[in-house]
């Protein structure tokens, strides 16, 4: 079983950036893929980016060349490096661990961002 709790999020202008951060509790951390995922009000939840458990990175196209995530195997943690914020990142981040047979989510940290 594993545990995930996000955490960084909040208010933020145009432009500016956040660091959010998931913490893994449990055995196996770097077994997982790990992934951040975005939902906006009244849209589904769509993936924002991963990792894997060799550091292969992938991002969806709408946040390439401004969100970096990372991972530290070491801290059971993964984090989300946003710059360049735009309106349209408003929603709740989500943290996920994605191994061969089980998921896990965590409850999801707000991000806003408006003038």
């Known amino acids: 079983q594993v545990q995930l709790v996000e955490s960084g999020g909040g208010l933020v202008q145009p432009g500016g950036s956040l660091r959010l951060s998931c913490v893994a509790s449990?055995?196996?951390?770097?077994?997982?893929?790990m992934g951040w995922y975005r939902q906006a009000p009244g849209k589904q939840r769509d993936l924002v980016a991963t990792?894997?458990?060799?550091?292969?990175?992938n991002y969806v196209d709408f946040v390439k060349g401004r969100f970096t995530i990372s991972r530290d195997n070491a801290k059971n943690a993964v984090y989300l490096q946003m710059n360049s914020l735009k309106p349209e990142d408003t929603a709740v981040y989500y943290c996920?661990?994605?191994?061969?047979?089980?998921?896990?989510w965590g409850q999801g940290t707000q991000v806003t961002v408006s003038p």
């Open positions: 996920n661990a994605q191994g061969t047979v089980v998921r896990y």
């Open positions: 449990g055995s196996g951390f770097s077994r997982y893929v």
């Open positions: 990792i894997t458990t060799v550091g292969k990175i």
